[in-house]
């Protein structure tokens, strides 16, 4: 068979049936309507379940369907990475599912998880105008950081978001179901290089340590701040910006992991000099990432956004974890009520407002 009849021959056979989703085409994002997938797990069982379901809604988001009278009601959505979309946690034990039950004495209260595994401020962004600003919630609530810390070149990403300005090989993936399942496979293989997908279980008393001094850990920061840092803040303004326009009010957590400078707890290991992706460890890379988180609060102060300090209230402790960012289900339950917690002020005055208004309207 040539090489031409077996490209032919695979594409039209995952054309009938890909058992891999293809979260993104190109820069079409492709959402798991109506799905369901059930995983198997055969370690860390006490802190994942052995059998992991995901299901999503006639939105391809996972919770409760919209409801009728969606206008009237108190609206959420969480987007973020694989820290948002949770898909190593079963339905109903994810942390926005438990940030929806610990608010459930709001009236009329919808929440839906519409984190996407390896997602950035980038894809953000293309699920905002292509899915979330036809929705309309009340909130979003931004989980970010992790996804974004040393990516440069989502600056150029950015120019593919106007169909003017999408190439021909974007085009070409978008159409081919054999293009996009290896886009898919390449993105996942560039996480794993960057340290930010989940690849296996992290046991800190068997983790290995790496020594960096000082002034490499100065260096290294020094980089972010000029190459990465304002980049990233320029495309989360983006998004507040184009958030607000949709009519839409943006909430902010800043990005929480197990890595940095601390004693775990659980194992009284001391953290900071295990190594983390083989290229540094957990000291300097949580300074890394609260040059993201800074620039995020900063975000907040100046346009008046709601943001939850979910990086410095979540304890740096091994059983919340399933390795240095992922969270267990101890780990859900303590991420949904810090942020239900930090979501009640902000429920509370939307609610006085929305009284007020209808007041208004009911004695004219």
């Known amino acids: 068979?040539?090489?031409?009849?077996?490209?032919?021959?695979?594409?039209?056979?995952?054309?009938?049936?890909?058992?891999?989703?293809?979260?993104?085409?190109?820069?079409?994002?492709?959402?798991?309507?109506?799905?369901?997938?059930?995983?198997?797990?055969?370690?860390?069982?006490?802190?994942?379940?052995?059998?992991?379901?995901?299901?999503?809604?006639?939105?391809?988001?996972?919770?409760?369907?919209?409801?009728?009278?969606?206008?009237?009601?108190?609206?959420?959505?969480?987007?973020?990475?694989?820290?948002?979309?949770?898909?190593?946690?079963?339905?109903?034990?994810?942390?926005?599912?438990?940030?929806?039950?610990?608010?459930?004495?709001?009236?009329?209260?919808?929440?839906?998880?519409?984190?996407?595994?390896?997602?950035?401020?980038?894809?953000?962004?293309?699920?905002?105008?292509?899915?979330?600003?036809?929705?309309?919630?009340?909130?979003?609530?931004?989980?970010?950081?992790v996804n974004d810390v040393g990516r440069a070149d989502l600056n150029d990403w950015d120019k593919g978001l106007a169909a003017d300005q999408a190439s021909l090989g974007s085009s070409i993936i978008k159409h081919s179901e054999l293009l996009s399942t290896i886009q898919v496979f390449s993105r996942t293989f560039r996480a794993i290089d960057l340290g930010v997908f989940q690849r296996k279980d992290l046991d800190v008393l068997k983790h290995p340590s790496v020594s960096i001094d000082d002034a490499a850990i100065e260096a290294t920061l020094a980089e972010h701040r000029a190459k990465y840092v304002p980049g990233y803040r320029t495309r989360m303004l983006q998004l507040i910006t184009e958030t607000r326009k949709a009519g839409i009010e943006p909430v902010l957590l800043t990005q929480p992991a197990l890595y940095g400078d601390a004693v775990d707890p659980t194992t009284n290991v001391a953290l900071g000099d295990l190594e983390f992706a083989g290229k540094s460890n957990a000291r300097q890379q949580w300074r890394v990432l609260e040059l993201y988180n800074d620039a995020l609060r900063e975000l907040g102060n100046e346009h008046k956004v709601h943001v939850i300090e979910l990086a410095r209230q979540m304890p740096k402790d091994s059983k919340y974890y399933t390795d240095w960012i992922h969270y267990s289900r101890a780990g859900a339950e303590r991420v949904a009520a810090i942020v239900a917690e930090g979501l009640r002020p902000l429920l509370q005055q939307g609610s006085e407002h929305e009284h007020t208004r209808n007041f208004g309207l009911l004695s004219r």
């Open 1 to 145: 068979m040539s090489l031409t009849l077996f490209l032919f021959v695979l594409e039209l056979g995952l054309r009938i049936y890909n058992p891999i989703h293809v979260p993104l085409r190109a820069n079409d994002i492709v959402l798991p309507v109506n799905n369901r997938f059930q995983y198997k797990n055969d370690s860390n069982l006490d802190k994942v379940d052995a059998v992991v379901v995901n299901t999503y809604n006639s939105l391809g988001f996972r919770g409760a369907e919209p409801p009728k009278d969606f206008a009237s009601a108190t609206t959420l959505l969480t987007i973020g990475g694989s820290t948002t979309a949770c898909h190593g946690l079963t339905d109903g034990k994810t942390w926005p599912d438990l940030v929806a039950a610990n608010l459930s004495d709001v009236p009329k209260l919808w929440l839906n998880n519409a984190g996407l595994d390896g997602h950035s401020t980038f894809g953000h962004l293309v699920l905002l105008k292509q899915v979330v600003a036809g929705l309309k919630p009340d909130y979003v609530l931004y989980l970010t950081g």
